[in-house]
């Protein structure tokens, strides 16, 4: 299936993008916490966005008919949102790669790491947007719809703050001990994803009706897709982020009440709650491409 | 310079009898593998059977064809979202790709309504109708209009041809036109329905 590659490198972009914004988000919430602290929060996640980006840029590239002239996909930066995609893409991998080594060998003022920080989660964001309107072509009324870049931004804020959550949860697990700093972007990021999961399944009704009241056949087409030939693949997508946030919300509260350190208490649920989200993403995402259709003779 | 200012393809649906030697010219010319088919011919088909209350039984079925390749159009979304350029409008106006620059990532063939760009198994690269470039530049016609044995398919200049035979390219089972600005007169078949209003369906979906 030639879509494979673009559900896997489109997942796996928008996580990386995701878990940099959300560690930049707890970052802004860190002071008073001590460096070493701080450091055991970063480490595990910035380990984790890097590589998966990396492996989704890779992925698009096996797409290609001539994965070896992918070089030529900058050719028309200004006019083609792939080419935006793909320049975007670039940019927030050097970016994150030079502020994640130099959070590591500690180079520069703590200020200007910061300010590197920034504009790779900018370029990270503008990624995500521009990967929105590559699918927002005017011939698919099913994508050509600000459904596409909420969706999108909503895939990244869950599954980058979900992530974030499980890296730290492992750690916490492998490397236990006081450390309130990690606790406190543990409960935040949780409550970040579990609200992100709610939104995603509060717009799929939100989404139908849309493509129920459009005129153009081929949306029609698209509605009879998700509902008719792919229902169970949309409940069972819905069911798993809804589980997902439930397990979060659960392990947050039984580890609050049982005055445990989260980190160590939450791994096991934080693991299958992550497990379900990104099963959940995973199979919405098939069923954006699956339900694609075009004007004209997708229509018929 | 070409000759033209913007070649394009003129049809007449009720002279169509649905051969599909276009088709077979073009794949002959351009020698085409399986699975490409730059030029098609969609068969549209409406209307019911009725049994009156004396017990006879009437009809009012209707079928018509569409040959369809690349509009080359005025508005062309291969071009315009195709990364590499290698998708582009050249002499004459005709959309050809640079099979030296494309990567083959098929989102031209994703975009565009009419499903010219196809995946050339064999170059790994897109393909698609390039008007027989090299037929214009001799002064012949196009292999598809040369092959139509009910002269039902010609070309010409786009604005001259508009002129004589108006403007009409929104159509079923085609989309509407001003999404892309196909350059395509179709002279309408009696029963023809607007795009998007059709009450008939695509009766050969497997051959486009």
Request: hydrophobic letters at 45%.
């Amino acid at each position: 299936m030639h879509e494979f590659y673009l559900v896997v490198f489109t997942l796996t972009a928008q996580l990386a993008v995701g878990a940099f914004v959300a560690l930049g988000l707890v970052q802004v919430f860190a002071h008073g916490a001590a460096a070493g602290e701080r450091d055991r929060v970063n480490g595990p996640a910035l380990t984790l966005a890097g590589p998966l980006l990396v492996l989704g840029l890779a992925v698009s590239a096996m797409h290609l008919g001539s994965p070896l002239r992918a070089a030529n996909s900058l050719l028309h930066v200004g006019t083609s949102w792939l080419s935006a995609e793909i320049a975007l893409g670039l940019c927030f991998l050097v970016l994150g790669g030079v502020f994640a080594v130099a959070e590591w060998c500690k180079w520069g003022r703590p200020g200007s790491r910061t300010a590197l920080a920034v504009v790779a989660a900018l370029s990270g964001l503008g990624l995500v947007w521009a990967m929105s309107q590559v699918y927002s072509l005017r011939t698919v009324p099913a994508w050509a719809t600000p459904f596409t870049p909420v969706n999108f931004f909503l895939t990244t804020l869950l599954l980058g703050s979900v992530a974030v959550v499980a890296s730290l949860a492992t750690s916490a697990h492998v490397t236990p001990g006081e450390n309130a700093f990690r606790d406190r972007s543990v409960l935040w990021l949780s409550l970040i994803a579990a609200a992100a999961a709610v939104a995603t399944i509060a717009v799929q009704p939100a989404y139908l009706a849309y493509l129920t009241d459009h005129p153009d056949a081929a949306a029609q087409v698209s509605m009879d897709l998700l509902t008719v030939t792919y229902w169970p693949a949309l409940v069972g997508s819905q069911v798993m982020l809804g589980a997902g946030a439930l397990l979060l919300l659960f392990a947050l509260v039984q580890a609050f009440a049982a005055r445990r350190r989260q980190g160590t208490a939450l791994t096991w649920p934080v693991l299958v709650a992550t497990g379900l989200i990104v099963a959940g993403e995973l199979v919405l995402r098939i069923l954006f491409y699956a339900t694609m259709t075009r004007i004209g003779f997708g229509g018929q | 310079m070409g000759a033209y200012k913007q070649l394009a393809f003129l049809f007449d649906q009720s002279k169509c009898t649905g051969c599909k030697a276009c088709q077979v010219a073009c794949k002959d010319k351009h020698d085409l593998p399986v699975g490409q088919t730059w030029r098609r011919v969609p068969e549209y088909s409406g209307g019911q059977w009725r049994i009156g209350v004396d017990g006879a039984v009437t009809h009012d079925i209707w079928t018509y064809y569409t040959s369809l390749s690349c509009n080359h159009c005025d508005d062309p979304i291969c071009v315009e979202v195709c990364p590499s350029t290698a998708m582009h409008k050249g002499e004459n106006g005709i959309v050809s790709v640079d099979p030296a620059l494309c990567i083959g990532c098929k989102y031209c063939a994703m975009a565009c309504p009419y499903d010219a760009p196809q995946f050339d198994e064999a170059t790994r690269t897109m393909s698609k109708c390039d008007f027989c470039a090299d037929r214009i530049t001799k002064g012949k016609r196009p292999a598809c209009v040369a092959a139509c044995p009910m002269c039902a398919l010609d070309f010409g200049e786009a604005e001259e041809l508009r002129a004589k035979y108006g403007d009409e390219a929104s159509l079923e089972p085609l989309p509407e036109q001003s999404v892309t600005r196909p350059n395509l007169v179709i002279l309408p078949h009696p029963k023809a329905q607007p795009s998007g209003h059709g009450t008939g369906h695509l009766a050969n979906p497997t051959e486009i």
